[in-house]
């Protein structure tokens, strides 16, 4: 038994789409549960355990929540721009509609006007960013909270007992109990048989000299 048989085992599994337990892996190539569970340790220390560490980085999670706050404050200073720029219009606004507006005024209306519009598509770019940034807190956060389950998977992965373990290693106890149990009858048996044996070979030799004596 070698990593590299387990190795293959486990690949297997995974391809099939089972978990790579001491008990799965211990069906297709056999083996002792202490030695399995040496073997598939290493195993999947070489192949996920990296995985296992990467899944979040401690300051991948930490920047993208910075990344937000960043985001979010830029959509509130476009915003406030924005606002700015509104309220400057709202103020000439007057003049404008009752036509007593000088021409700067109309010049500057409309030059807000176009401020405003582009505000707004810095706005709509400003608000989809800060989507995508939360969007990404929130995926990195889920990874993060899957990370102890997956420990615990594969820790139970390793456990010698497994998921049926326990009860595996007590029905095997209790198999071999029974065997020497068995054996034990059989040899029992045996020298009930052969006693029966002398036995009625004697009683058929008693039946013939008394069956000679009486002729």
Same mark, same amino acid.
């Given at each position: 038994?070698?990593?590299?048989?387990?190795? $293959?085992?486990?690949?297997?599994?995974?391809?099939?789409?089972? /978990?790579p $337990?001491?008990?799965?892996?211990?069906?297709?190539?056999?083996g002792?549960? /202490?030695?399995?569970?040496?073997?598939?340790?290493?195993?999947?220390?070489m192949?996920?355990?990296?995985?296992?560490?990467?899944?979040?980085?401690?300051?991948?999670?930490?920047?993208?929540?910075?990344?937000? +706050?960043?985001?979010?404050?830029h959509?509130?200073?476009?915003s406030?721009?924005?606002g700015r720029?509104?309220?400057?219009?709202?103020?000439?606004?007057?003049?404008?509609? $009752?036509?007593?507006?000088?021409?700067?005024?109309?010049?500057?209306?409309?030059?807000?006007?176009?401020?405003?519009?582009?505000?707004?598509?810095?706005?709509?770019?400003?608000?989809?960013?800060?989507?995508?940034?939360?969007?990404?807190?929130?995926?990195?956060?889920?990874? =993060?909270?899957?990370?102890?389950?997956?420990?615990?998977? &594969?820790?139970?992965?390793?456990?010698?007992?497994?998921?049926?373990g326990?009860?595996?290693?007590?029905?095997?106890?209790?198999? =071999? *109990?029974?065997? /020497?149990? &068995?054996?034990?009858?059989?040899?029992?048996?045996?020298? *009930?048989?052969?006693? *029966? +044996?002398?036995?009625?070979?004697?009683?058929?030799?008693?039946?013939?000299?008394?069956?000679?004596?009486?002729?």
């Open positions: 038994m070698d990593t590299g048989r387990v190795t $293959s085992a486990v690949a297997m599994l995974r391809a099939q789409g089972r /978990r $337990s001491v008990r799965n892996v211990r069906a297709l190539i056999g002792s549960f /202490r030695d399995l569970t040496r073997l598939l340790k290493e195993a999947i220390m192949t996920e355990t990296p995985d296992m560490v990467t899944v979040v980085p401690r300051n991948t999670l930490d920047q993208a929540r910075q990344a937000v +706050h960043d985001a979010e404050a959509l509130h200073a476009v406030q721009e924005r720029l509104r309220r400057a219009q709202l103020a000439l606004e007057p003049a404008i509609l $009752s036509g007593a507006a000088t021409p700067a005024q109309r010049r500057t209306y409309h030059e807000l006007y176009d401020a405003i519009r582009q505000q707004d598509g810095l706005c709509q770019q400003a608000k989809a960013a800060l989507a995508g940034k939360q969007r990404e807190v929130r995926q990195l956060a889920t990874r =993060a909270a899957e990370l102890p389950r997956m420990i615990a998977s &594969y820790e139970a992965a390793l456990a010698p007992e497994g998921l049926y326990h009860r595996i290693v007590e029905a095997e106890r209790r198999l =071999a *109990l029974f065997r /020497r149990e &068995y054996e034990a009858k059989a040899q029992e048996l045996a020298a *009930l048989e052969g006693e *029966l +044996h002398a036995l009625t070979g004697e009683a058929r030799l008693e039946g013939l000299r008394r069956q000679w004596e009486r002729e």
